[in-house]
């Protein structure tokens, strides 16, 4: 039986050549974010092109997503963050569909490596850095600066500032990926159990209690999911909010 951490492989499906000595593929990782992608575009492509005045199924469907999206950007970054809209519309899509992906029988898990969620947080942090300093110039920079502070107590605090900001990537990728692996390992590891105790003789009469269970995780699971590209979008405005509005 395979083990719990072998459905997180990367696996080649098509070599691409080499560049320096390392192979370039395309890989299982690859497919699944163009399957997300392909499947975010079909949706809105297809669920939006008659825009009827009684909305079909696919058309609520992608009228409620924007409508989901666009208040949280309003109530985490107020009606300035609408700007980011479209980045913030896309990231969200595109992990939850990512993570929705990943609960199908066999599929693998874009978002259950760190690679995948660091890279989209540091698209997160560098669209704070570079609109906030192009927007605000060295006032940008006052965030780091509690207003309202005695000048020593600065020597302690601006520090501290400059940290918290610079973990606002780390925690934003491992948390997602974090809760994407633990899942996905805890189901591989009762679903195993299920089987074990089928083929265990006398205690086969055991196997509903883990297959229970395993089903419970995998309600939890999808609620996860759906939860973690909630977090990540609101997080991402909370950032954001900060290139808007720098300092305390």
């Not at 605000?136 to 502070?149: D, Q």
């Not at 948390?175 to 633990?182: K, P, Q, S, V």
Request: proline share 5%.
């Amino acid at each position: 039986m395979a083990g719990p951490i072998e459905q997180f492989e990367i696996k080649p499906i098509v070599s691409l050549g080499k560049i320096g000595g390392s192979e370039i593929a395309f890989t299982n990782s690859a497919l699944f974010m163009v399957a997300a992608v392909a499947i975010i575009v079909l949706l809105f492509v297809y669920g939006t092109r008659n825009r009827s005045l009684v909305p079909g199924r696919l058309q609520s469907l992608a009228e409620m997503g924007y409508e989901f999206v666009a208040n949280t950007v309003k109530d985490s970054a107020g009606h300035d963050g609408m700007k980011f809209m479209p980045l913030v519309f896309s990231l969200f899509m595109f992990v939850l569909v990512c993570n929705m992906l990943g609960m199908i029988p066999g599929a693998f898990t874009v978002t259950s490596h760190l690679i995948v969620t660091a890279a989209l947080a540091a698209l997160v942090i560098l669209t704070v850095i570079i609109y906030g300093i192009a927007k605000h110039g060295a006032h940008f920079f006052g965030l780091f600066v509690p207003k309202g502070v005695h000048p020593l107590m600065l020597i302690i605090l601006v520090p501290i500032e400059v940290i918290s900001f610079v973990s606002r990537p780390i925690s934003l990728s491992v948390r997602l990926f974090a809760n994407m692996l633990a899942g996905h390992i805890a189901l591989k590891i009762f679903a195993g159990f299920v089987a074990t105790l089928l083929f265990a003789g006398g205690w086969a009469i055991l196997s509903p209690l883990p297959l229970v269970l395993t089903i419970a995780l995998i309600a939890l699971e999808f609620l996860v999911a759906g939860l973690q590209a909630y977090v990540f979008a609101v997080l991402t405005c909370i950032y954001l909010h900060d290139a808007l509005h720098p300092g305390h």
